[in-house]
């Protein structure tokens, strides 16, 4: 069983930064590929982007694809979401996932994610 916990939300102007974290502890960090969704209010969850077990392999959505960046540390058990240029449409709660499946195809969807940080609020401003 693996606990995840985000970190570095906040408020932003449009146009700015922000970069979010995920601390796992209880579990083999790297053998979990691991990923970003977002919800917003009155909307369905949504992914954002994945990173696969070694960081060689990253996934995006279109809609962040060129402004977010996923990472992560194996040493540390921390995986990271680097925002720019920032959009009132990226206001939503953040949370990171962890996922145990082999396959690309697994890595887009929330319902193949065992493990669920509890979320952080991101809200941009126009």
């Known amino acids: 069983q693996v606990q995840l916990v985000e970190s570095g939300g906040g408020l932003v102007q449009g146009g700015g930064s922000l970069r979010l974290s995920c601390a796992a502890s209880?579990?083999?960090?790297?053998?979990?590929?691991m990923g970003w969704f977002r919800q917003a209010p009155g909307k369905e969850r949504e992914f954002v982007a994945a990173?696969?077990?070694?960081?060689?392999?990253?996934y995006y959505a279109d809609s962040v694809k060129g402004r977010f960046t996923i990472s992560r540390d194996n040493a540390k058990n921390t995986v990271y979401l680097q925002m720019n240029s920032l959009k009132p449409v990226d206001t939503a709660v953040y949370a990171c996932?962890?996922?145990?499946?082999?396959?690309?195809?697994?890595?887009?969807?929330?319902?193949?994610?065992?493990?669920w940080g509890q979320g952080t609020q991101v809200t941009v401003s126009s």
């Open positions: 209880g579990g083999t960090f790297r053998t979990y590929v």
């Open positions: 990173i696969s077990r070694s960081g060689g392999a990253t």
């Open positions: 996932a962890a996922n145990t499946y082999y396959g690309t195809t697994y890595y887009l969807a929330g319902n193949y994610y065992a493990y």
